[in-house]
Each structure stands twice: as C-alpha cells, then as structure tokens.
C-alpha cells in the first residue's frame, strides 16, 4: 500500500524548507560580508606591501545572488612585478582559511578577463 501526503505534512515540509532557506540566507550574508572585508584587506596589503597601482574585486562577489556558501573571492591586481607576483598569490591566500582569495595579475591573463574585470569590476 502507498503511503499518503497529507496536507499537514505539506504543511510540516513547507515550514521546514522556509526554516532551512532561511538560516542558509543568513549564513550567506554573513559569508559575503567577511568576504568583502578580506577583499579590502587584501587590496591594503597589496599596495602597500607589494606596491600595486589598483585592486579591483570581480566575479560572484560584486554580483547581487550569486555569492554562495562555496564562493570564493575573486581579486585582480594592476602594477605587479613579475617576481613579486607567486609571492602575492600566496600571501593574499594565507588571509583566511575559510574563504580562498584567487589574484589575477591583470598583465597576465586573457584578453577577455581582463575586458570582463575592467567592465564590471568594483575598485577596492
């Protein structure tokens, strides 16, 4: 014999979900603001530990819902010396262990991301 669904537990599963929507919007939030003061943070200690021209943030965080608990942070770097770059990557990682920062050296990536991050990116 099937078992039925009844309306009480629609009901029961609906309140469930909105419960479960909801803690998991709050984590995000929370999420994407410590994923706006790492961005600053790093962006300071470029230019002045690394002496870069301008940071620019990119990617899911600058875009309204598309930030996730699995997100990472998305970061672009004008002015990097060659031999200082590997070492920036580095140090800009080793800020938090819970949310990674990737750094593009906009002098060496794609034609294409760099237009995409010169469009659409928020300077830091």
């Known amino acids: 014999m099937i078992n039925q669904v009844t309306p009480e537990d629609i009901i029961k599963y609906r309140q469930t979900a909105q419960k479960n929507w909801q803690k998991t919007a709050k984590e995000r939030q929370l999420r994407q603001e410590k994923a706006w003061i790492l961005a600053k943070q790093a962006a300071n200690l470029l230019k002045k530990q690394f002496k870069v021209n301008k940071v620019v943030v990119f990617g899911s965080l600058i875009r309204e819902n598309y930030f996730t608990l699995w ?3 998305d970061i672009a770097a004008w002015g990097l010396s060659p031999q200082d770059t590997f070492r920036a990557m580095e140090t800009v990682k080793d800020l938090d262990q819970d949310i990674e920062i990737n750094l593009v050296d906009i002098e ?3 034609k294409k991301l ?3 991050i010169e469009k659409d990116g928020i300077i830091l």
């Open 114 to 116: 760099k237009a995409n």
């Open 71 to 73: 997100s990472d942070i």
């Open 108 to 110: 060496t990536c794609s």
